[in-house]
T-cell receptor
Framework: GDSVTQMEGPVTLSEEAFLTINCTYT??????LFWYVQYPGEGLQLLLK?????DKGSNKGFEATYRKETTSFHLEKGSVQVSDSAVYFC??????????????FGRGTSLIVHP | DAGVTQSPTHLIKTRGQQVTLRCSPK?????VSWYQQALGQGPQFIFQ???????QRGNFPDRFSGHQFPNYSSELNVNALLLGDSALYLC????????????FGPGTRLTVT
């Protein structure tokens, strides 16, 4: 079945450092890819998305490019802020070759940014 | 514009009991999905409701059931609670059952003792 693998956390950075959180996926069909962010005590918020190969999603300084050849969707930000501290989830959603739209999430990567 | 709302915020139940969680979708949305998020894990898809019918279901036992009302709000019912059902239950809404942009509620924290 479909799966999403994220790098283990926590990722600890100083303010203004460069961020990369790796995400790779296994899926049939032509899924859409997403990054969500979850702040403490809250639900998930959609951060960015890409619906086909080579698409780049971007929002609030975060970017990720849908790489079909490497089945990856790594999250990057050039300069992180303390307020970016949260848990980040990579996810995919169909359609799979079987016509399913059931979403699959990674386990999440915790980001801690120090002043 | 109200986002996705869930009730209650927290709930404590005993093994074997039954629980009902509620969700109101974002205005303009007609599809509701439910997820279980165990501590330190990503959300696991339980099922999705569209036009008052269950459209898709993840790998969860029949103890988990749901309902969608004509106003698009939804309930998640869990029977015969197990300790392992302790988790954050998230509701997400979208427009159309294949709509990929989902908006999540803050969740209901269920503790089973």
């Amino acid at each position: 079945g479909d799966s999403v693998t994220q790098m283990e956390g926590p990722v600890t950075l100083s303010e203004e450092a460069f961020l990369t959180i790796n995400c790779t996926y296994t899926a049939t069909g032509y899924p859409s890819l997403f990054w969500y962010v979850q702040y403490p005590g809250e639900g998930l918020q959609l951060l960015l998305k890409a619906t086909k190969a080579d698409d780049k999603g971007s929002n609030k300084g975060f970017e990720a490019t849908y790489r079909k050849e490497t089945t990856s969707f790594h999250l990057e930000k050039g300069s992180v802020q303390v307020s970016d501290s949260a848990v980040y989830f990579c996810a995919l959603r169909g359609p799979t070759s079987g016509g399913s739209y059931i979403p699959t999430f990674g386990r999440g990567t915790s980001l801690i940014v120090h002043p | 514009d109200a986002g996705v709302t869930q009730s209650p915020t927290h709930l404590i139940k005993t093994r074997g009991q039954q629980v009902t969680l509620r969700c109101s979708p974002k205005s303009g949305h007609d599809t509701v999905s439910w997820y279980q998020q165990a501590l330190g894990q990503g959300p696991q898809f339980i099922f999705q409701y569209y036009e008052e019918e269950e459209r898709q279901r993840g790998n969860f036992p029949d103890r988990f059931s749901g309902h969608q009302f004509p106003n698009y709000s939804s309930e998640l019912n869990v029977n015969a609670l197990l300790l392992g059902d302790s988790a954050l239950y998230l509701c997400a809404s979208s427009w159309g059952w294949t709509g990929y942009e989902q908006y999540f509620g803050p969740g209901t924290r269920l503790t089973v003792t």
